[in-house]
């Protein structure tokens, strides 16, 4: 096994591409990893998505976006792991070029999810969640989240409102994240008189239905500083699982996978949460970054809403989140996200993150997950300035 | 990297799956390759699907299977790559091993076709094709399938009756196969009157909609002879792309990813068609295996189907192919399709294909299409008795 080197990175606006296709958007992030990359040498391309079937009727996207990109003839597959498609690709990504089977290997994220009504979408969401047990009875995943959330303020103690710091923070970032699709501020005030969805979920717990993609390109460490002025090694690319049903679990606000794919991924890097400079967490819903951060080690168990509270998340805090938005705020593309938090993370290590820079960023970490903690894919990046 | 052995085979028997959910199929052909193997060391499991969103409502396979099988934790993720989607997870599963990123390793394919209406399937086949292009103009894969043999017997001035020997060599090989959907033989007076379907494609060029799952178990070659008697070695696992859409190929009838597939592997094989004892070909209709024959250097252009008239395809000819009744007669579960080839590949180096045994089989070779072409996996597997 050998290191592994991010040398390029791109990415589309998130938001509600009714002009661009599937395919297009791919290609568009593609193109700029590549240009970023300053090479054109790509050995394979693997794709994280979730739903082009069930929303685009459109399977087989390896062979399909790489002949759009003018990549014809490469090793192409489609990585699907529910909303954990996009990190789930970059670790067969890392595997290739870790393994020695590739040298240049590009790993893109992408999802369309506007050009259906809402009550499709949330349909096939569910698809995320196990068919016999959940989806069948009508559970969507905001309702997933609310019964997580509704346990966890009772097990706690903790009121909704103790969660609006999450909402908050993400905003706040987002507003100087050109690819955001809400940069605009909200406040604890909004959140508390925001719509109520599945109680106690509101509008400001929850990540919008968007379309987007990102990419990477990956080559071994040892060539990296060939073609980057700021290139990042991954230290660790572990995924865990867990069942999909929630009822199925052994310690239900444990979030047992989340907590496995991060040991496993410390263990790789030899490093722990308190080497952590930044934390691109998964909020699909403001429960859901709670529950990472205390099965991650950023927080004793019942403690996470805390770190909220003081200040803590915000960038110059202990632990940074969502440094340019996050799910809530630069929006939740599912199959595109994991790879959106990993080019995010680069920006950070690269120290282009602007005026959301965290200072001094060396280690940043990603943790995307698929449905309600089913599938966890946690991925350790460093500097190598 | 290091050399790849599969130490467990298992299969369901292809059919009309009422009685058993998707992850039921797939666990079924799992618990058989762990117990062949004869270890329940599992530290990943890379999952070859194409339709399950579609068909069965249920994404997210990866985590659903692993936990349903009792491997609740590892590594999982689904591949898709149309109905390349099984060998395309071999590809994966054969990196994460040779790499030295995991050392056992389960891969499995699965697909369930038979519980929704023919229609409903046609269309959601469709999704492998471009649909832009293809799918849109209501073009089904029975008639890209068509258009390919149109211009095929046109090019070469072959008659339809000539690609009869397929159907006829792959159902006798089926009698003898427990698993097979279509045990019974057919007659080149069969295949002459059968119905048409899309001219000049009749129902026995074509393989059916069916349901099942059929997974193996890796580990490193130099452990293998722990855990079997007749261990196999992978001597190589390609993947190359081309087109989804038939008239953007440079070249109609080259099927220029079989070749580029081919190629691949047999570099890495150090080996060529010269080698291979056997050919397990992607028959999802006659005219596809003449094209993949013909691509792997088995034929000359325009000379593929005489392979068949002179009984080169049978069990003691010069290539024997669909040894176990191939997509047309032991079944094309599309996404599974690609894990049946492997495990019947290995059943013959192993030297358990009873009566279809090809006698001093020592290398094999596979082929797994998906699309019209647009991904092709080859597979070379040896004996290492």
């Known amino acids: 096994m050998r290191d592994v080197s ?13 002009d ?28 994280g998505n979730m739903l082009s079937g069930e929303l685009t009727g459109q399977e087989h996207l390896g062979a399909l976006v790489s002949d759009f990109a003018g990549l014809r003839g490469v090793e192409a597959v489609k990585i699907e792991a529910a909303c954990g498609s996009g990190a789930a690709a970059l670790r067969i990504g890392y595997m290739a070029v870790a393994g020695e089977l590739a040298d240049f290997v590009l790993v893109a994220g992408v999802e369309k999810m506007t050009d259906k009504p809402g009550e499709q979408v949330t349909a096939a969401l569910a698809m995320a969640a196990d068919g016999d047990y959940e989806a069948q009875s009508g559970m969507s995943f905001v309702a997933i989240n609310a019964l997580l959330m509704q346990r966890y303020m009772y097990e706690y103690g903790v009121k909704h409102q103790d969660f609006a710091p999450f909402a908050v923070n993400a905003h706040r970032n987002a507003v100087n994240n050109p690819y955001a699709m809400f940069p605009f501020p909200v406040t604890a005030e909004d959140f508390k008189k925001s719509k109520m969805i599945a109680d106690p979920v509101n509008l400001l717990d929850s990540s919008p ?12 460490a040892e060539a990296a500083r060939r073609f980057s002025e700021h290139p990042v090694r991954i230290r660790a690319s572990a995924i865990a699982t867990d069942t999909l049903a929630l009822h199925d679990r ?13 040991v496993k991924a410390y263990h790789q890097a030899g490093l722990g949460p308190q080497d ?24 004793e168990r019942g403690c996470g809403t805390r770190l909220g509270l003081e200040g803590e998340i915000a960038i110059g805090g202990r632990i940074p989140i969502t440094t340019m938005g996050g799910l809530k705020a630069r929006g939740h593309p599912v199959g595109a996200t994991g790879m959106y938090q990993i080019v995010e993370v680069v920006e950070q290590l690269r120290g282009q993150a602007g005026k959301n820079q965290v200072p001094d960023a060396r280690v940043g970490m990603a943790q995307n997950i698929g449905g309600s903690g089913a599938t966890v894919i946690t991925t350790i990046l460093e500097s190598m300035d």
């Open 6 to 18: 991010i040398i390029g990175i791109g990415q589309t606006k998130v938001g509600e591409h009714w």
């Open 20 to 47: 661009k296709s599937l395919k297009e958007l791919a290609t568009d992030a593609i193109l700029a990893a590549i240009k970023d990359a300053q090479t054109d040498r790509v050995d394979s391309l693997y794709i």
């Open 209 to 220: 239905v968007c379309d987007g993609a990102a990419a990477v390109v990956l080559c071994p």
């Open 250 to 262: 052994r310690d239900l606000l444990g979030l047992q996978g989340a907590a496995l794919s991060a």
């Open 276 to 299: 952590m400079d930044l934390f691109e967490v998964h909020d699909a819903f403001t429960i859901m970054s709670v529950l990472s951060l205390e099965a991650c080690g950023f927080a």
